[in-house]
């Protein structure tokens, strides 16, 4: 494995300009445009490409277009899933989404960060930790997903919150910061 590759998926710092790393990025974001561009009412066609571009998803599952993200192998969706217009996984390290989620309008989910030294910074320097959705999610629209984070099953995420830490199970999160404001049953 490419050495820039291997440290982003240790959660290292790692050279965000690797020629490997953007040949790939490269490759993924033509698949993209792509997908991106199919007729909508060309389900088999839209479900061959994303075959291309994640690393799995499981039955029926339904992304809106657009859909944008770094790399897709990394993307790992189970069964029965649905997201709306203009989610976009920036998947430098693993993302696993569970069964049965739902995904708002406008949602982002970031797994890659920079760091807060600027001499890093300049240098193109990044990391990236890994991000897990439980079953039973729903992710309100305009909402982010920062990285490193998990969700627990049975989880709703309000509409434009900034998840920042984790939620536990059968919660309702809101806000910026997401906070826990109540059980769910």
């Known amino acids: 494995m490419n050495?820039?590759?291997?440290?982003?998926?240790?959660?290292?710092?790692?050279?965000?300009?690797?020629?490997?790393?953007?040949?790939?990025?490269?490759?993924?974001?033509?698949?993209?445009?792509?997908?991106?561009?199919?007729?909508p009412d060309k389900l088999k066609k839209r479900t061959r490409i994303l075959k291309k571009i994640l690393g799995s998803f499981g039955s029926d599952i339904c992304m809106e277009?657009?859909?944008?993200?770094?790399f897709g192998y990394n993307i790992f969706i189970g069964?029965?899933?649905?997201?709306?217009?203009?989610l976009i996984i920036l998947d430098c390290n693993k993302v696993t989404i569970g069964n049965n989620c739902f995904i708002?309008?406008?949602?982002?989910?970031?797994?890659?960060?920079?760091?807060?030294?600027?001499?890093?910074?300049?240098?193109d320097l990044e990391y990236a930790k890994p991000i897990t959705i439980g079953d039973d999610v729903w992710i309100g629209g305009g909402a982010i997903i920062n990285p490193g984070i998990t969700i627990g099953d049975n989880v709703v995420i309000g509409s434009g919150s900034v998840v920042t830490t984790n939620i536990p199970s059968n919660s309702l999160a809101v806000g910026n910061p997401a906070r826990v404001i109540r059980t769910l049953s």
């Open 3 to 39: 050495k820039e590759k291997s440290k982003r998926l240790e959660g290292k710092m790692y050279y965000n300009k690797d020629s490997f790393l953007l040949q790939e990025h490269l490759s993924v974001q033509k698949k993209l445009y792509c997908y991106n561009r199919v007729r």
């Open 79 to 86: 069964d029965h899933f649905y997201s709306n217009y203009n």
């Open 65 to 70: 277009q657009p859909f944008l993200c770094d």
């Open 104 to 123: 708002g309008p406008n949602v982002s989910i970031f797994t890659v960060n920079h760091s807060l030294d600027r001499k890093e910074r300049i240098h």
